[in-house]
C-alpha cells in the first residue's frame, strides 16, 4: 500500500531545531506521517536515537543529512537519504566541516561585538547544545538579548550573507557533497531549489542539468516555500533529467516558527510513493556497488 504522507526534510536540537529527536518523531506521528526522515546539517548524530523512537510509534524513518555546498548567487543545500550513518568516509569529513566552525563561530561572536553587543560565544553554544553550532543560534542569543526583535529580523539585519556579521563558512563543492552522499550509501537530493537564487526557471533547469550529470539523483519540488506553481516547474525539471521528486517541511522548531512538521506552512502534503522512490534508488545504487566489488575480484 502506498498510501499516506511522509516529511523528508526536518531539523532537531542537534543542528538548528529545538526539537529532540525522539520529539519530532512524536510530533510527526500525532500529524498522521507514515514517514519521516531527519536531516541535520553537518550530522548525523540524532539517527540512532530517531530510529529508536520511530520503532517505538510505528512511524517509518529514514536517515539523512543535510551539507551546505560552494555556490553562488544564493544557497545550495544536498541532502542525502538512506544512508549509512556509521559511514567512515562520512564521519571524516563531517568531523572537518566541525572543525571549520569552531573556527567561524568566534569570528561571529566578534563581529556582533565589534557591533557594540554583548554576545559572548560560550552563551551561543551553551544555548545550542549540541556539537552543530551556527547562525541561528546566534539569532536566538540577539533575540533573548533584546538586539533582534525575532530570529528573521537577527538574520535580516546581522547574520544573512553579505550582513555585518557574516562570515563565510567551509563547505563541500557541489560533486565532492554529491560523491560523499553516495559512498556513504544514499541518495542525493538538491534541497529547496528557490534558495539557488537564480533569476530563470531555465537558469535553474541548467544547473539542475549539471548537477545531474555531477549524480544527483532528485530534486525537492515538493517544499513549504514553494507555492504550487514552483513545486509543478521543479517537478517537470526533474522528470526531464531523469530525477525523484521527494518533499519536505524544513522543520525546524521555534527556530522556524511558520512552518509545521508535515504540513509545511498549512498546505504541504508529500505522498509517500516519493519516498518508495527514493528506496528503490538507494537499492540499485546499492546493488551498483555491491557489483563494482566484485567485479574487482572477478
Ligand atoms: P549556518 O549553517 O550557521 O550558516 O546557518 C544556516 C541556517 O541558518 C540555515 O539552515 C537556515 O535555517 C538559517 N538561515 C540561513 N539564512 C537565513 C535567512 N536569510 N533567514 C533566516 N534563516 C536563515
Ligand atoms: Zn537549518
Ligand atoms: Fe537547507
Ligand atoms: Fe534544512
Do not use: W
Given at each position: 500500500?502506498?498510501?499516506?504522507?511522509?516529511?523528508?526534510?526536518?531539523?532537531?536540537?542537534?543542528?538548528?531545531?529545538?526539537?529532540?529527536?525522539?520529539?519530532?518523531?512524536?510530533?510527526?506521528r500525532?500529524?498522521?506521517?507514515?514517514?519521516?526522515?531527519?536531516?541535520?546539517?553537518?550530522?548525523v548524530?540524532?539517527?540512532?536515537e530517531?530510529?529508536?523512537?520511530?520503532?517505538?510509534?510505528?512511524?517509518?524513518?529514514?536517515?539523512?543529512?543535510?551539507?551546505?555546498?560552494?555556490?553562488s548567487?544564493?544557497?545550495?543545500?544536498?541532502?542525502?537519504?538512506?544512508?549509512?550513518?556509521?559511514?567512515?568516509?562520512?564521519?571524516?569529513?563531517?568531523?572537518?566541516?566541525?572543525?571549520?566552525?569552531?573556527?567561524?563561530n568566534?569570528?561571529i561572536?566578534?563581529?556582533?561585538?565589534?557591533?557594540?553587543?554583548?554576545?559572548?560565544?560560550?552563551?551561543?553554544?551553551?544555548?545550542?547544545?549540541?556539537?552543530?553550532?551556527?547562525?541561528?543560534?546566534?539569532?536566538?542569543?540577539?533575540?533573548?538579548?533584546?538586539?533582534?526583535?525575532?530570529?528573521?529580523?537577527?538574520?535580516?539585519?546581522?547574520?544573512?550573507?553579505d550582513a555585518?556579521?557574516?562570515?563565510?563558512?567551509?563547505r563541500?563543492?557541489?560533486?565532492?557533497?554529491?560523491?560523499?552522499?553516495?559512498?556513504?550509501?544514499?541518495?542525493?537530493?538538491?534541497?529547496?531549489?528557490?534558495?539557488?537564487?537564480?533569476?530563470?526557471?531555465?537558469?535553474?533547469?541548467?544547473?539542475?542539468?549539471?548537477?545531474?550529470q555531477?549524480?544527483?539523483?532528485?530534486?525537492?519540488?515538493?517544499?513549504?516555500?514553494?507555492d504550487?506553481?514552483?513545486?509543478?516547474?521543479?517537478?517537470?525539471?526533474?522528470?526531464?533529467?531523469?530525477?525523484?521528486?521527494?518533499?519536505?517541511?524544513?522543520?525546524?522548531?521555534?527556530?522556524?516558527?511558520?512552518?509545521?512538521?508535515?504540513?509545511?506552512?498549512?498546505?504541504?502534503?508529500?505522498?509517500?510513493?516519493?519516498?518508495?522512490?527514493?528506496?528503490?534508488?538507494?537499492?540499485?545504487?546499492?546493488?551498483?556497488?555491491?557489483?563494482?566489488?566484485?567485479?574487482?575480484?572477478?
Open positions: 500500500m502506498s498510501t499516506g504522507t511522509i516529511d523528508l526534510h526536518t531539523h532537531t536540537t542537534h543542528s538548528d531545531g529545538s526539537a529532540t529527536p525522539q520529539e519530532l518523531i512524536e510530533l510527526a500525532a500529524k498522521g506521517a507514515r514517514a519521516v526522515a531527519i536531516t541535520d546539517h553537518d550530522t548524530a540524532a539517527i540512532v530517531a530510529r529508536d523512537a520511530a520503532d517505538r510509534c510505528g512511524i517509518e524513518f529514514v536517515a539523512g543529512i543535510e551539507i551546505s555546498a560552494e555556490y548567487p544564493g544557497t545550495m543545500h544536498i541532502l542525502g537519504y538512506c544512508i549509512d550513518e556509521r559511514s567512515l568516509v562520512l564521519a571524516e569529513k563531517l568531523n572537518r566541516l566541525k572543525i571549520a566552525r569552531e573556527t567561524r568566534p569570528q561572536a566578534g563581529r556582533l561585538q565589534s557591533l557594540g553587543f554583548d554576545v559572548d560565544y560560550s552563551e551561543v553554544a551553551r544555548l545550542a547544545g549540541n556539537e552543530v553550532v551556527g547562525r541561528p543560534h546566534f539569532a536566538r542569543v540577539m533575540v533573548q538579548k533584546g538586539y533582534a526583535s525575532s530570529i528573521q529580523d537577527a538574520f535580516d539585519r546581522f547574520l544573512k550573507k555585518a556579521a557574516y562570515v563565510e563558512k567551509a563541500l563543492t557541489p560533486a565532492d557533497s554529491i560523491a560523499l552522499i553516495h559512498q556513504a550509501g544514499g541518495v542525493a537530493v538538491l534541497a529547496h531549489p528557490y534558495q539557488l537564487n537564480l533569476s530563470s526557471y531555465k537558469e535553474a533547469e541548467e544547473l539542475i542539468g549539471q548537477l545531474a555531477l549524480g544527483l539523483d532528485g530534486l525537492e519540488a515538493v517544499y513549504s516555500r514553494h504550487a506553481a514552483q513545486r509543478t516547474r521543479y517537478a517537470e525539471i526533474a522528470s526531464r533529467h531523469g530525477l525523484l521528486v521527494t518533499g519536505g517541511s524544513d522543520y525546524h522548531g521555534s527556530y522556524k516558527p511558520d512552518i509545521e512538521i508535515v504540513t509545511g506552512l498549512g498546505d504541504l502534503e508529500v505522498p509517500y510513493e516519493l519516498l518508495e522512490a527514493v528506496k528503490a534508488r538507494a537499492a540499485s545504487r546499492s546493488r551498483r556497488q555491491t557489483d563494482e566489488v566484485q567485479g574487482a575480484f572477478n
